[in-house]
């Protein structure tokens, strides 16, 4: 590696080390990388070669001369008893058996010498440091710039891999080494392929722009304000070694790998006692191959020496161990051309667009099709149409395009535009302010049928029993519904109900009774049954409550409606959109002409109103009756159901497993109720 020579060196340096410490702070801060692993690594690279080859030029706040960036202010900070280290990385195996003679001639050894390696798969996650005081969970932390970083304590105790005191075991082994009084454990939080489409697919929903990669994925879940968010996140743990030990006692690093296993961590099975560098090779060259086995990321493998006394005397540079290596693998990527730009529609009505590309090999397998994620993604990477694009797999599952070779792009391209209208059904395309998706906002839209049909009919909408997800999908196939309206008119077909496999003659009587006696199902239910946007069984309500009709509703302006109490502007605009499209329009007549309920009954008062002034939040889950069940009788005994915990709310009812809610309610001295407690002040008990 010849000595760098740039016109002006310094100049070039402040460059890098801007650059550098800007995608850090992507990185380690914002959790929204702009750039590949890959790309990171030479511009640090060609840091450190600037730096060695001009040393009169380096100072103490440059990038090489830390790990990372530092801790986002939200959390408290945490200092690290050791500091986390980050580790060089080798791109080939010459510079692997480069690593394995420094090692070497640092111990005044012999080229020939052994020296007895572990290698270990090198996750793609987020670095952690779990602190145990006399075997128990004190304090998790991320690495932050590596000598303080976030408490995150409260988020790590969600990841059930980690135990909260060790060994985990009450009948441990007789082999099970003695925990120390003080101990930091080292481990990589991670997310599995799945766990990553399933968040994933649930931020589209939530008109959220969606995760890069499983590694981003598990770095925001980790860095949640609200605990329960992460403990919804089905995260995972790899442990891998020890920092700071009281009195540990080891003598190898295996041995620190065995312990941790035996008191209950989850140490990776896929690990090696090598003894020399060409067998730790050999492990590297089988999983270059076999990661694709994998449902978890990894990006190399870590080389270490495995003699902890060799480790002490090996030592470290300013930023890593030079008793260990990280081999990078190449990463997954090819280059090709965007053919066409296709808008998806989901089932949730989010529109994705997709880059159809020529064919080209990557990873293993022929692609032709990446993701785009959203139009802010689009303008961000400017991807147009005949753009020559470096792709690669996002998390080893979805093809995504990287970047634009912009030298090569042909002449007289069009940047993208979103469609104003579905490419499905027609309806009007809408992207709430704040929001990275774009939805379609038509009930009827083929595209997101299923879905629409399952909402309509569960339990807190119309709650037609015996409408489940098999005969929801027959319906649609068959194009027996091809709207919900369509639901009230399958008597008129009912031969054709019958013949549909398991349904039968009492089945399908049972089905359409449960139809009939939907029409009666209060307005509230109703217009939260239409799928609206934005709109919940409460907001639901505040609306019926309201207007009293859907007529009144489906007429007034976006600002009436933003008017009600907790609604606002964007659930208005959402609200007054959807009943401005000519398919919702027709979908609201049919339901009108089967005999649907559209109005509220005016009814003498009956009765006394107990709850009336009152302020009622659910939390948890309720043993005899739905949260919506419960909102209701709330509204009929005169109070109300807020969605939020504030000071004016007068009681919070928890469930079982009740979220963050329980907790700011005792905060503020709020009466908490029992389930039982709050039926006997409803007079059903």
């Given amino acids: 590696m010849g000595k760098p020579n740039p016109l002006d060196p310094q100049a070039r340096i402040e460059e890098l080390r801007r650059l550098i410490n800007y995608h850090n702070y992507r990185y380690y801060v914002l959790d929204s990388p702009e750039i590949s692993d890959a790309e990171y690594d030479r511009l640090f690279r060609e840091l450190v070669e600037l730096e060695t080859a001009y040393p009169s030029l380096?100072?103490?706040?440059?990038?090489?001369?830390?790990?990372g960036a530092p801790p986002a202010e939200q959390f408290e900070s945490h200092t690290h008893l050791l500091p986390m280290l980050s580790l060089n990385n080798a791109f080939d195996e010459g510079e692997l058996r480069a690593f394995d003679a420094r090692v070497k001639r640092a111990l005044a050894l012999p080229p020939e010498a052994p020296i007895e390696y572990v290698t270990e798969l090198k996750i793609d996650g987020?670095?952690?440091?779990?602190?145990?005081?006399?075997?128990?969970?004190?304090?998790?932390?991320?690495?932050g710039d590596g000598f303080s970083g976030e408490n995150v304590t409260n988020n790590i105790r969600t990841i059930r891999s980690i135990p909260l005191r060790v060994p985990q075991s009450l009948d441990a082994a007789p082999d099970v080494p003695p925990v120390p009084r003080l101990m930091e454990v080292r481990g990589e939080v991670y997310m599995t392929h799945a766990e990553f489409q399933k968040v994933n697919e649930e931020r589209i929903e939530a008109g959220e722009p969606a995760f890069a990669n499983p590694r981003n994925a598990a770095a925001g879940s980790v860095r949640q304000l609200d605990p329960n968010i992460t403990a919804r996140r089905r995260l995972q743990i790899f442990v891998y070694g020890l920092g700071f030990v009281e009195n540990g006692g080891f003598t190898t690093h295996w041995e620190v790998l065995e312990a941790l296993r035996k008191w209950g961590f989850r140490v990776s099975d896929h690990r090696r006692l090598c003894p020399s560098i060409e067998e730790a090779l050999q492990f590297i060259r089988e999983w270059e191959s076999k990661r694709e086995e994998l449902d978890y990321d990894i990006d190399g493998v870590v080389v270490k020496v495995n003699s902890l006394a060799l480790q002490a005397e090996l030592g470290q540079v300013s930023r890593s161990p030079r008793w260990a290596i990280a081999y990078k693998y190449p990463p997954d990527q090819a280059t090709t051309v965007i053919r066409e730009i296709r808008v998806q529609v989901?089932?949730?009505?989010?529109?994705?667009?997709?880059?159809?590309?020529?064919?080209?090999?990557l990873?293993?397998?022929?692609?032709?099709?990446?993701?785009?994620?959203n139009e802010d993604e689009i303008a961000r990477k400017d991807v147009r149409v005949g753009d020559t694009v470096v792709i690669q797999r996002a998390g080893e599952v979805i093809p995504e395009v990287v970047r634009v070779v912009l030298e090569k792009r042909p002449p007289g391209t069009e940047p993208f535009k979103m469609p104003t209208h579905c490419p499905v059904c027609g309806s009007a395309v809408e992207r709430p302010e704040g929001e990275a998706v774009a939805r379609c906002t038509g009930i009827a839209c083929p595209a997101q049928l299923r879905e629409r049909i399952r909402h309509f009919a569960s339990r807190d909408a119309m709650d037609i029993e015996g409408l489940g997800t098999a005969l929801v999908e027959q319906l649609v196939e068959t194009g027996l519904v091809k709207d919900p309206g369509d639901l009230y008119f399958l008597k008129d077909r009912r031969s054709e109900l019958v013949s549909l496999e398991r349904m039968g003659e009492k089945s399908a009587d049972n089905l359409l009774k449960a139809i009939e006696d939907s029409k009666n199902r209060s307005l509230d239910r109703l217009i939260f049954a239409l799928g609206i946007r934005h709109v919940g069984s409460t907001v639901a309500r505040a609306l019926a409550e309201r207007f009293r009709s859907l007529d009144a509703l489906a007429n007034a302006s976006a600002e009436e409606i933003a008017e009600i109490p907790g609604v606002g502007s964007v659930?208005?605009?959402?609200?007054?959109?959807?009943?401005?499209?000519?398919?919702?329009?027709?979908?609201?007549?049919?339901?009108?002409?089967?005999?649907?309920?559209?109005?509220i009954e005016e009814a003498p008062e009956v009765g006394e109103k107990p709850f009336e002034g009152k302020t009622f939040v659910f939390t948890g889950t309720l043993a005899s009756m739905t949260r919506s069940e419960a909102e209701r009788l709330v509204a009929q005994l005169g109070g109300h159901a807020a969605s939020n915990v504030s000071k004016n709310t007068d009681y919070v009812v928890a469930g079982e497993n009740p979220g963050s809610k329980l907790t700011k309610a005792q905060q503020l001295g709020i009466t908490i109720l029992t389930e039982e407690e709050f039926k006997r002040m409803a007079g059903i008990q």
């Fill in 126 to 143: 987020l670095a952690v440091s779990l602190t145990y005081e006399n075997g128990v969970l004190v304090t998790g932390a991320t690495r």
């Fill in 346 to 361: 989901g089932r949730t009505g989010a529109l994705t667009p997709v880059a159809i590309m020529d064919p080209v090999p």
């Fill in 58 to 67: 380096v100072t103490p706040d440059s990038p090489t001369q830390r790990v």
């Fill in 363 to 373: 990873g293993g397998v022929t692609v032709s099709r990446a993701t785009l994620h």
């Fill in 571 to 599: 659930i208005a605009s959402s609200v007054y959109t959807f009943f401005q499209q000519p398919s919702n329009k027709a979908v609201i007549e049919k339901l009108r002409a089967a005999g649907v309920k559209m109005v």
